[in-house]
């Protein structure tokens, strides 16, 4: 079945420490995102692509890095000036273009700081 | 910018019939879609108005007036399985959707 892979299901970040979050899909899809979301709070957007070798910044993108390297993979790192890492980081895809293209999302990332 | 309102929490019965209402001011609007997400997981697409009007899926209805800046969805014959949050999102130019703060539904029996 197609679908959106995140992983690790559960992060812990360390002091000082960047890590990456892992987004594959096999969807076929052109574009993806990531978005963080806080507790009770709804989803804010970090970065997202549209094509292969391209992203833009969201809403809240100091802090994060990503890559698009490939079309079904847009992995998520969490840098260590990212002072509040601590949410849930969901990543999503969707066909693009206009019209209703409804993005679809992985299970999502959980990050705490040690 | 974009923002968004929806009211934080609604309680209801099984059974019952609620609306949850969303407002919005945006600089460049496609349309408006729900998600649906449970405690712990993923959201999942519900429903999209691109245009102005009622759109039905099943017990869930959305509408939406681009005039007013302002749609519903509509549950109905809630069971206890809609317990859940609801957010509205606004879709902007490269498929940029920009979420509300989401409504938590509570269904009581």
């Known amino acids: 079945d197609g679908g959106i892979t995140q992983s690790p299901k559960y992060l812990f970040r360390k002091e000082g420490q960047n890590v990456t979050l892992s987004c594959e899909q096999n969807?076929?899809?052109?574009?993806m995102y990531w978005y963080r979301q806080d507790p009770g709070q709804g989803l804010r957007l970090i970065y997202y692509s549209q094509i292969v070798n391209d992203f833009q910044k969201g809403d809240i993108a100091e802090g994060y890095s990503v890559s698009r390297e490939k079309k079904e993979s847009f992995p998520l790192t969490v840098t260590s000036a990212q002072k509040n890492p601590t949410a849930f980081y969901l990543c999503?895809?969707?066909?693009?273009?206009?019209?209703?293209?409804?993005?679809?999302f992985g299970d999502g990332t959980r990050l705490s700081i040690l | 910018g974009q923002s968004l309102e929806q009211p934080s929490e609604v309680t209801a019965v099984e059974g019952a019939i609620v609306q949850i209402n969303c407002t919005y001011q945006t600089s460049g609007f496609y349309g408006l879609s729900w998600y649906q997400q449970h405690d712990g997981g993923a959201p999942t697409f519900l429903s999209y108005?691109?245009?102005?009007g009622l759109e039905e899926t099943g017990r869930f209805s959305s509408f939406l007036s681009r005039s007013d800046s302002y749609g519903y969805l509509l549950l109905q014959e809630l069971q206890m399985k809609d317990s859940a949050s609801y957010f509205c999102?606004?879709?902007?130019?490269?498929?940029?959707?920009?979420f509300g703060g989401g409504t938590r539904v509570l269904v009581k029996p």
């Open positions: 999102a606004v879709k902007a130019a490269g498929n940029k959707l920009t």
């Open positions: 969807l076929n899809h052109d574009a």
């Open positions: 999503a895809s969707t066909l693009g273009g206009t019209g209703n293209q409804p993005q679809h």
């Open positions: 108005n691109g245009l102005d």
